[in-house]
């Protein structure tokens, strides 16, 4: 029989990737999604992509009745993959309640839930954020977390910390955290992708609707970064690569192989990629140019950060297998999917 997984913001960005490839794997998925950040027409390129359309149940998982009701009416649910949350870095120092309500409260709505219903286990979307600037590059999972920057980063932390202790007092369920570092592309059908409310704040999505026309120009924050070209440096990861990796952890905590109860991993490609080498790969790979200048530095920037894999590509048999071309123009044919659709 499948298994049956509970996708928390499944028709969010990473979370819809995710859901494709559960149900490639053979998994059956219920998603929850307030739909806060995301439309109802992403059921319709998942169905697109895989043929099936997951169950779906509109719930700010803030209401835990709700969450009691799903959980009931979906008998047998074996594992969560938690994406819901909110991710505007800025907009947490705004409105640091709504932050601590969205990303705390559900998680802990979750936790409370799982016994009763015998779920096994949970995977937890993590940042690279919790390490700040590392003092050692490429950054292991062993790195000391540092201080957060912004409310959004601290929930990351605690959340973290929240599931730590939970498990250690002996519930009987299992976790594995995922530190995302920067998650890039669509789904090469270009049926699914990022679409971001209002004006980007991410990189990837300023460009690809500057080099469309929809934004006059992109700003490169900073030229003064002590990194080859001056610009700062991420790990930019497939988002497909990333959601093929909450399957792995699926199937691993199901499967009862989990070395821990609770485990850590970094998940990126290793290869540190500066703000200008990506516009580079953009402009070659698509033969389009990007408007940009150079401004200041954007407050709370981290210089530089990439990832150390190797835990995951030992221990989960897991690695980040596309070029930063193929990604970017990944993200550009989305971009022209949204055109001819309309989409602004
Ligand atoms: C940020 C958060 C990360 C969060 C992610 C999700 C921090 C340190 N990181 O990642 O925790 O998970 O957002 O929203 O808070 N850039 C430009 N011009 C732009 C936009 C960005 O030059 O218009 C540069 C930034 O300076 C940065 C890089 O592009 O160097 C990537 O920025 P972005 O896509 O916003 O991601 P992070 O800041 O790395």
Redesign the pocket.
């Known amino acids: 029989m499948k298994k049956k997984i509970l996708v928390t913001g499944g028709a969010g960005y990473i979370g819809s990737h995710t859901v494709v490839e559960l149900q490639n794997a053979g998994y059956e998925v219920v998603i929850i999604d307030d739909l806060s950040n995301s439309t109802i027409e992403v059921l319709d390129g998942i169905e697109k992509i895989t043929g099936i359309k997951p169950v779906f149940v509109k719930l700010d998982l803030n209401d835990k009745a709700g969450l009691r009701k799903v959980l009931e009416e979906n008998k047998g649910i074996a594992g969560i993959i938690h994406f819901a949350a909110s ?3 800025g907009e947490s120092v705004q409105q640091p309640l709504k932050y601590y309500r969205n990303n705390i409260v559900t998680l802990l709505n979750l936790l409370d839930l799982m016994p009763e219903f015998h779920i096994q286990g949970i995977v937890f979307s993590s ?3 919790v390490y700040g600037q590392p003092d050692i590059l490429p950054v292991t999972e062993d790195a000391p977390i540092k201080p957060a ?2 409310p ?2 601290n929930t ?1 932390q605690i959340n973290e910390e929240i599931i730590r202790d939970t498990i250690y007092a002996g519930v009987p369920f299992k976790s594995i955290i995922l530190r ?1 570092f ?1 998650p890039i592309g669509a789904h090469p059908s270009a049926e699914i992708g990022e679409l971001p409310n209002g004006v ?5 999505p ?1 460009l690809t609707q500057t080099a469309i026309g929809i934004r006059q120009e ?5 030229d003064d970064y002590n990194t080859p070209d001056n ?2 440096i ?1 790990d930019y990861i497939h988002v497909v690569d990333l959601a093929k990796a909450h399957v792995i952890a699926m199937d691993r905590m199901l499967e009862n192989k989990s070395e821990e109860k609770v485990e850590i991993f970094n998940l990126g490609t290793g290869r540190g990629v500066s ?1 200008l080498e990506l516009i580079n790969a953009f402009e070659k790979g698509t033969g389009v140019k990007v408007p940009y200048k150079i401004v200041g530095r ?1 407050e ?3 210089e530089k950060v990439w990832a150390d894999p190797e835990r995951a590509n030992k221990v989960l048999g897991w690695t980040a297998k596309e070029s930063v071309e193929d990604t970017i123009v990944s993200a550009w044919n989305w971009q022209l999917k949204l055109q001819e659709r309309g989409i602004q």
């Open positions: 991710k505007a870095v940042s690279c954020t920057l912004s959004y980063g990351k995302y920067n980007p704040q991410n990189l990837v300023f992109l700003s490169v924050f900073g610009s700062c991420r703000v954007r709370g920037d981290i």
